[in-house]
């Protein structure tokens, strides 16, 4: 089945620093591809949407200059959370879409914490 | 916009029985994509089955099916010969079928206790 993987699974960070999230498709393109986050015994929240070349979607509520997404490849979105505060420690999803069924498969997920 | 209701916050079945999750919706589209997602306590989601709406004949994936009914806009997943490796947050999902309609619309989830 399609593999999507995601680094790191687990990162602890000092208050003001920024953290990078990758998420890639292992074995097929994904054109699109969705950053979620995810609070403890909720469902996923999505965050943003971004396809390959191109801006992403944020959704309403999602400050766009504090999590910095970029589509650069068809197997390659990264999630950066800016100037990281306490209140971003969360469980961070990615999903990628495969393009022939359409199926969105998603990757293991990060766990971030902000000291 | 589309809803997914999940009417059941957990549910529990004993080790080789059957279980029937509930999942309804909300559309006025007539063509569209459902899912059912599996989170263990990995919390990795897993995609357990998928219907499309325009075909009448429900999925089925090994010991997991569905009952599909269009006009009541209910998406039940049923699971049988429940196994302990079954215990997870389930997840129902919509996803519209349109061309720039792309994300997933998800339900509050279900968790699924199995009982040895």
């Known amino acids: 089945g399609a593999v999507v993987s995601q680094h790191p699974s687990w990162v602890i960070c000092k208050s003001g620093t920024s953290v990078k999230i990758e998420c890639r498709s292992l074995d097929f393109q994904a054109t699109t591809m969705f950053w979620y986050r995810q609070f403890p015994k909720q469902s996923l929240m999505l965050m943003a949407t971004?396809?390959?070349?191109?801006?992403?979607?944020?959704e309403q509520g999602v400050e766009k200059d504090k999590f910095l997404i970029n589509h650069a490849s068809l197997t390659l979105s990264t999630l950066t959370v800016t100037s990281a505060h306490p209140e971003d420690s969360s469980f961070y999803i990615c999903s990628a879409r495969e393009t022939v069924q359409e199926t969105q498969y998603f990757g293991p997920g990060t766990r971030l914490l902000v000291l | 916009a589309q809803t997914v209701t999940q009417s059941q916050p957990e549910m529990s079945v004993q080790e080789a029985e059957t279980v029937t999750l509930s999942c309804t919706y909300d559309t006025s589209e007539s063509d569209y994509y459902l899912f059912w997602y599996k989170q263990p306590p990995s919390r990795q989601m897993i995609l357990v089955i998928r219907?499309?709406?325009?075909?009448?004949q429900n999925a089925t994936e090994n010991r997991f099916s569905v009952n599909f009914q269009k006009a009541a806009k209910s998406f039940s997943l049923k699971i049988s010969d429940s196994q302990l490796g079954d215990a997870a947050m389930y997840f129902c999902a919509y996803r519209s079928i349109f061309q720039g309609a792309q994300k997933l619309v998800f339900g509050q989830g279900t968790r699924l206790t199995i009982n040895p």
């Open positions: 971004s396809n390959e070349g191109s801006k992403a979607t944020y």
């Open positions: 219907q499309e709406a325009y075909k009448q």
